[in-house]
């Protein structure tokens, strides 16, 4: 398991079984889109986008605080496939559809 800002064995053990659930539900193809509603600073959307690099990822938080951290912790890990959005689901709902 990759630890993109110092996963813990829970944390990773959450990343590991949203990505069983991904990939026994057939949806996981290059170019698909992974939302992440409530994302905080991206515990669960970085590692995906590490470990899903042919999938989009956007992550949605309405604080702007978490959002400012996310993408410094985006740069860092100079992730390309993945987009923070501040808002909430309503404003978010456009940006899922048009990435």
Not at 91 to 99: E, I, L, N, T, Y
Request: aromatic fraction near 4%.
């Amino acid at each position: 398991m990759v630890r993109v800002g110092g996963c813990g064995r829970w944390l990773c053990t959450q990343v590991e079984s949203f990505l069983a659930v991904l990939r026994a539900s057939g949806v996981l193809r290059p170019g698909a889109r992974i939302v992440d509603l409530g994302s905080g600073s991206g515990n669960l959307a970085l590692p995906l986008a590490y470990l899903l690099p042919e999938c989009e990822v956007v992550a949605v938080d309405m604080k702007a605080t978490a959002i400012e951290l996310l993408n410094e912790r985006i740069a860092s890990a100079a992730l390309t496939n993945i987009r923070a959005v501040c808002g909430d689901i309503e404003q978010a709902r456009g940006v899922c559809v048009s990435f």
